[in-house]
């Protein structure tokens, strides 16, 4: 079956501690992502990779870090910097559904992490 | 870059047609509509997208006006199983080429029996 894990489902932290979050798809996309979603909002955008060894900031990646060392994997470390990392944080990675030709690219996401900071 | 309006929340009897808006007003003429919905604390799921026409699939119609500046999602026979947060995007071309899409706060769907 081809799709996008993440890992793990619940996480609990003491302040102050950095926490490192899985990412794993076995779709052969180029691109991955991860957001952020806190209750009631929608998913904001923090880092992204288009291609391996390669990643952007998205719109709030002060606090986190990320690596993109294999095609298939994208972690995300969630430092002490970040000043409210208790959130929904979910995964994503991007390319043609399978089966079709390819003419449009849409996102697969990841069941969810949610990261809880004691 | 093209932003989109939904409004906050919606209600629907099962069985009913549910028909979501969704505003776009600033999109451009390669830009696409894309149509995703998030079940409580899960990750959003794909729906459908369209560039100009109508589109139907098996879970649901898009319906996009003439001029491309709004759009409607319809989800012919509601379920309480299609309870969920509707997100209308349109995707954010990166300097790259490709294409990120960009996530509102969504329309809430309730559907009751």
């Known amino acids: 079956d081809g799709g996008i894990t993440q890992s793990p489902k619940y996480l609990f932290r003491k302040e102050g501690q950095n926490v490192t979050l899985s990412c794993e798809q076995n779709?052969?996309?180029?691109?991955m992502y991860w957001y952020r979603q806190d209750p009631g909002q929608g998913l904001r955008l923090i880092y992204y990779?288009?291609?391996?060894?390669?990643?952007q900031k998205g719109d709030i990646a002060e606090g986190y870090s990320v690596s993109r060392e294999k095609k298939e994997s994208f972690p995300l470390t969630v430092t002490s910097a970040q000043k409210n990392p208790t959130a929904f944080y979910l995964c994503?990675?991007?390319?043609?559904?399978?089966?079709?030709?390819?003419?449009?690219?849409?996102?697969?996401f990841g069941p969810g992490t949610r990261l809880t900071v004691l | 870059d093209a932003k989109t309006t939904q409004p906050t929340s919606m209600d629907c009897a099962e069985g009913r047609a549910a028909n979501l808006p969704c505003n776009h007003s600033?999109?451009?003429?390669?830009?696409?509509v894309y149509w995703y919905r998030q079940i409580h604390s899960q990750g959003p799921q794909y729906i459908i997208h369209?560039?100009?026409n109508n589109e139907t699939n098996e879970m649901a119609s898009l319906i996009i006006t003439e001029d491309r500046k709004s759009s409607t999602l319809i989800l012919p026979h509601a379920t309480l199983r299609d309870t969920a947060v509707y997100y209308c995007?349109?995707?954010?071309?990166?300097?790259?080429?490709?294409?990120?899409?960009?996530f509102g706060r969504g329309t809430s769907l309730i559907v009751h029996p």
């Open positions: 600033t999109i451009s003429g390669n830009e696409y």
């Open positions: 990779s288009q291609i391996v060894n390669d990643f």
């Open positions: 995007i349109v995707r954010v071309r990166l300097s790259g080429g490709s294409y990120i899409p960009t």
């Open positions: 779709l052969n996309h180029d691109a």
């Open positions: 369209g560039l100009k």
């Open positions: 994503a990675s991007q390319g043609p559904p399978a089966g079709t030709s390819g003419t449009y690219n849409e996102q697969f």
